[in-house]
């Protein structure tokens, strides 16, 4: 028996060194993720405008951060996001990155704009490669508190090339501020 296993393992040690050495596949390392760290600094740069000059206002965190796969081997990330300092909670934002980086808001009005800031909004769906994000509508006379109109969703979906909205995002009676990034 000694022999025999002496036998099979020294032909394995030379079959190991006849055959030449196969490709081992390995797999692609996962995206990058996006980190908190990264998250807050855009939201402290962010400044609020009204009539061309700044509030000094910027954004804070306002939610929970939704991520998903993109359907295209990277992510989406969804950022709820709300003025500060604010003494209401209204004039809120979403921010979206692809991956690590941040590719617009719920306006997709681009990056040195955000666009008009939302009097509520408020992430209620998400799954592979789209976000869901509800937006309440006031009637011109609603008080900010008691939107009349029945809220809107709008489902965000990375393309593989950008980022595209079901619907274009309704306009409320809001401040009419908005948010833009230096």
């Excluded at 300092?85 to 809120?92: L, M």
Aim: aromatic letters at 8%.
């Amino acid at each position: 028996m000694k022999h025999r296993t002496a036998a099979v393992t020294g032909a394995l040690s030379l079959l190991t060194l006849l055959l030449p050495a196969l490709p081992v596949a390995q797999a692609a390392p996962p995206p990058a993720q996006l980190t908190r760290t990264q998250v807050l600094r855009v939201l402290g740069s962010a400044r609020e405008y009204s009539h061309g000059a700044t509030t000094g206002e910027h954004l804070h965190l306002a939610g929970k951060v939704i991520t998903v796969p993109d359907g295209f081997g990277g992510t989406l990330t969804a950022v709820p996001t709300v003025r500060f300092p604010t003494a209401d909670g209204y004039g809120q934002l979403v921010l979206f990155w692809h991956g690590r980086t941040l590719i617009g808001s719920d306006r997709l009005s681009g990056l040195s704009n955000l666009g008009e800031e939302s009097s509520q909004l408020k992430v209620v769906a998400f799954g592979k490669g789209f976000i869901t994000v509800r937006f309440w509508r006031y009637k011109p006379t609603d008080p900010m508190y008691a939107p009349s109109l029945k809220p809107m969703d709008v489902t965000y979906r990375w393309t593989g090339k950008g980022l595209q909205a079901s619907t274009a995002v309704p306009m409320d009676s809001g401040n009419k501020l908005d948010m833009r990034l230096p």
